[in-house]
């Protein structure tokens, strides 16, 4: 059964500085990921997404994401936090067989202070 | 860009009523799903739903849950007698086909069980 783990459940940064977020997946084969983000009260709006092809993706609002084979993670990167940022991020496995649901992980709260 | 619509935002219902949210997926899609993020928790599946029928469900989805298709534009998750327990942010999402490219959620209702 397919998995992830974010082992950071709060984290908080200056604003300007980088950001990375954790991500480690669990899956029989290459897996679609996804990175999602939530303010408090919203829904779920899609950050970016890996298929295949280039391990490095770019998302919305400044966001990359690399897709590590070797070490089974999809960490969430952006060189300069902005206030704007702080919200829940989650990182999310689809499965590319069945009916492919979307599995989501414990989510990470970012704080981000001036 | 086209939308998930979730109606209504946040409903609010005493414990053993029947409750019915509403989803229109986008229109051309074939794939959809309900999940559940109960507060501060991450976000659950709960059943895929393909060709009128369930594909795929999760062990929350028991009896009380049930959903329907029942005009080609409307997707609905029914839950016949609300729990306390049943108070979350429900989401709803589609997909257009195999893949994961079109795979598109709501902005969610928060259901409240007083």
């Known amino acids: 059964a397919q998995s992830v783990t974010q082992p950071d459940i709060h984290i908080t940064v200056s604003e300007g500085a980088s950001l990375e977020l954790r991500c480690n997946y669990s899956?029989?084969?290459?897996?679609?990921l996804f990175w999602y983000v939530q303010s408090p009260g919203q829904g779920l709006q899609l950050l970016l997404k890996?298929?295949?092809?280039?391990?490095l993706v770019q998302g919305i609002k400044g966001f990359e994401a690399e897709f590590k084979r070797s070490q089974s993670s999809f960490n969430l990167r952006k060189p300069s936090v902005h206030w704007s940022d702080a919200a829940e991020y989650f990182c999310?496995?689809?499965?590319?067989?069945?009916?492919?649901?979307?599995?989501f992980g414990t989510g990470t709260k970012l704080q981000v202070i001036p | 860009e086209p939308e998930v619509t979730q109606t209504p935002s946040h409903q609010v219902t005493q414990m053993g009523q029947e409750v019915i949210l509403r989803c229109v997926p986008i229109?051309?899609?074939?794939?959809f799903y309900w999940y559940r993020q109960i507060l501060g928790q991450k976000v659950e599946f709960l059943v895929s739903?393909?060709?009128?029928?369930?594909?795929?469900k999760s062990e929350i989805f028991d009896d009380q849950f049930s959903v329907e298709r029942p005009d080609g534009s409307n997707f609905t998750l029914k839950i016949r007698s609300t729990k306390l327990e049943d108070s979350a942010m429900y989401f709803c999402?589609?997909?257009?086909?195999?893949?994961?490219?079109?795979?598109?959620f709501g902005s969610g209702t928060r259901l409240t069980v007083v």
């Open positions: 739903f393909y060709n009128n029928e369930i594909s795929e």
């Open positions: 899956y029989g084969a290459t897996p679609y």
């Open positions: 999402a589609s997909r257009l086909r195999e893949g994961n490219y079109g795979y598109t």
């Open positions: 999310a496995v689809g499965a590319t067989g069945g009916y492919q649901k979307v599995t």
């Open positions: 229109s051309n899609h074939l794939y």
């Open positions: 890996y298929f295949s092809g280039d391990t």
